[in-house]
Nanobody, 118 residues
Framework: QVQLVESGGGLVQAGGSLRLSCAAS????????MGWYRQALGKQRELGAS???????NYADFVKGRFTISRDKAKNTVYLQMNSLKPEDTAVYYC????????????WGQGTQVTVSS
């Protein structure tokens, strides 16, 4: 089992910045990749950014150039630095951990609210 605890959400004005953190605990050795998803009200959950155990990153088009995903291996923590925030970035942001294997398991954090005012 993997437990994920997010922090760092809040209210920010358009153009501002926030940094989200996700601390993993438990069977962290089983994690192959971690990522940040978001879900706006009435919309489906969508992937924003991910990073593999090897450090390979992937970004959705809507965050490229504005968000940066990074990690601290020693702390089993993944970060999402969000710059140039827009009102349309308003959503609940969820941390995800995906395990190794042909049938990977997905673990989710509790979510953290990000609200960007215009």
């Amino acid at each position: 089992q993997v437990q994920l605890v997010e922090s760092g959400g809040g209210l920010v004005q358009a153009g501002g910045s926030l940094r989200l953190s996700c601390a993993a605990s438990g069977a962290t050795f089983s994690i192959n990749a971690m990522g940040w998803y978001r879900q706006a009200l009435g919309k489906q959950r969508e992937l924003g950014a991910s990073i593999t155990r090897g450090g390979v990153t992937n970004y959705a088009d809507f965050v490229k150039g504005r968000f940066t995903i990074s990690r601290d291996k020693a702390k089993n923590t993944v970060y999402l630095q969000m710059n140039s925030l827009k009102p349309e970035d308003t959503a609940v942001y969820y941390c995800n951990a995906k395990t190794w294997g042909t049938s990977p398991l997905n673990y989710w954090g509790q979510g953290t609210q990000v609200t960007v005012s215009s």
